[in-house]
């Protein structure tokens, strides 16, 4: 399965998009972040002078110095510099999560990180938050590049790099840029075990930077060409699918220092005050706070929806009822819906390989090949397909991981994304695909039941909103499908009427667990109590879902795999016999 439209001619590299725009919008805002109660803006000329400072820096670095740049700390304009000087000065750019050195106990995915990378330069933005992170690990051979903190042996100051003098060395240094190196080592989340470095070359992205262009074309408006977003540049869609084509189409990108998650959002709201995107992605938990933040804002509903034009997300599918709640504050608020598209793909796609690019009357689908990209689907079981991906934007491997890469792809080059679809309607392929589950997920119940727990997980979250956060989805040889569920903090605290409930409390409290029970009475029933489909009992979790052993990855996506596998007790107590009194058990 392909697209009839060719793959558009694409840029040999990423720095050619700075270089084009710092010419001719050199005054324009490139990105933009908060700074107190204002914002600190930097343009595309005043950027492409800060990164040639800096790849000037890098390239006078002694040949022993010079080699991957692991960036530890998040999202800033720092950051930025730091990954495009890289990729002019030709050293691969490695980010990595923030969590992996400031929220692990034992720091055992960076060790697994930089065992496989083997890093020559560290960028943080602060060192002191990073004092037990450099501890953990092996720093002797390493340059530490910091904006702030204190100096240690082989430490050099941002702030002096970008006061260095670029000569001809830079221009010939992006020259010889060679498309089919590695730009960037971009690590899978860890939901499928521990992260694997996959080669990100300059072709990828400029490549997939084309085929979203192609689906999706967003024209630069005088004042009016803003982006705002959270996703970390760490991750897939946030480094690729965001920054990169912000960058090709010469927008301006404004750092959201908030997240989708409790108290952290209020920092997105506050900015959405500020900033009127044109366009705006985020995964679906974020779209589920967005959708609460909105709803009886009108204020926030006009800033917000503004210059909106399309909205955009991916990492799992997008629930039903957070659909309809954005698409009717959207007609309230400017007389018409948005269109919402998604993209499909992985780390190893870079990240698109399919886009639903129009406006589809629902949600879960993945839409259709992208140009340039070829689908291979082979039949599973009730109508869904293995899906398989080739195209010029698939990682050629892992970095030092040859095993893991020769099992990645089968014997004609289709990369293994392991993942199952269904055709939207049978027999039209042009309705596009639906996302159907990841295969290492799904399970049989003791009856031979097939239970297909990524849709399952959806429509039970949605049943029982907005009072779950996320839930782990049990059964496995059992007789009937159970549920391990993560209340949502400020969701159960305000149908208390209580802004200071403990999560004890909440998983405590009858009319939390009455509420719960009833809604998801409701997905049994509309579902005719189907034994793959139906929930029949419902444990609340108290304890968040672990990074360390990876139940969680940083963009919030839950490892259903790895949750069941930690939580077997809580899997055990949820099925005991007699049944425990803090078990939920769905009526009949």
Partial sequence: MKSRIPLAPFERHVPAFLTRWAQ?????????????????????????????????????????????????????????IVMMAGMQARLPV???????????????????????????????????????????????????????GSTRPRHLAYDELTKTKPTGNVKDSIDRIDPAAPAKYLFTSGSTGVPKAVITTQRMMCANVAMINQCRSLNAEPGVSKYLDWLPWNHVMGGNGVF???????????????????????????????????????APAGFASLAAALEGDDELCRSFFKNLKVMTYGGARLPDDVYARVQALAVKTTGQRIVFTTTYGATETAPAATMSYWNAERVGLIGLP??????????????????????????????????LTEAAFDEEGFYKIGDLVEFATY????????????????????SGTFVLVSALRVDVIAAASPLISDALVA?????????????????????????TATIEKIVGSREIRDAIRWGIHSHNQACGNAGSRRIGRVLLLSDPPSIDHNEITDKGYVNQRAGLIRRSAAVEHLYADPVASDVIIMPR
């Fill in 24 to 80: 001719e919008r050199p005054d324009q805002v490139w990105l933009g972040q908060r700074a107190g109660s204002g914002w600190q803006e930097l343009t595309y000329a005043n950027g492409k002078r800060r990164v040639d400072s800096v790849t000037q820096a890098l390239l006078d670095l002694p040949p022993d110095a010079r080699g991957p740049i692991a960036i530890l700390s998040g999202n800033s304009i720092e950051h930025a």
């Fill in 94 to 148: 490695a980010p990595i999560s923030p969590a992996y050195s400031l929220q692990s106990g034992d720091h055992s995915k960076l060790k697994h990180i930089f065992r496989l990378i083997r890093p020559k330069i560290i960028f943080v933005q602060d060192t002191r938050p990073f004092v037990s992170a450099f501890l953990a690990l092996d720093l002797s051979d390493v340059t530490v590049i910091s904006v702030a």
């Fill in 244 to 282: 990169n084509v912000v960058l090709s189409l010469g927008l301006s990108l404004y750092i959201d220092d908030g997240k989708p998650v409790g108290e952290q959002f209020s920092k997105t709201i506050r900015n959405l005050r500020d900033i009127s995107p044109i366009s705006y992605t985020n």
């Fill in 370 to 403: 992208c140009p340039g990209v070829e689908l291979k689907l082979l039949p599973v079981t009730d109508g869904k397909y293995e899906v398989r991906i080739k195209s010029v934007a698939v990682t050629p491997g892992y970095q030092d991981q040859p095993d």
């Fill in 427 to 446: 027999g039209r392929p042009a309705k596009g695909l639906v996302f159907a589950g990841r295969l290492v997920e799904n399970f049989k119940l003791l």
């Fill in 475 to 499: 059964g496995q040889d059992r007789d009937e499908v159970g549920l391990l569920a993560w209340p949502h903090l400020e969701a159960c605290r305000s149908y208390l009427g209580d802004r």
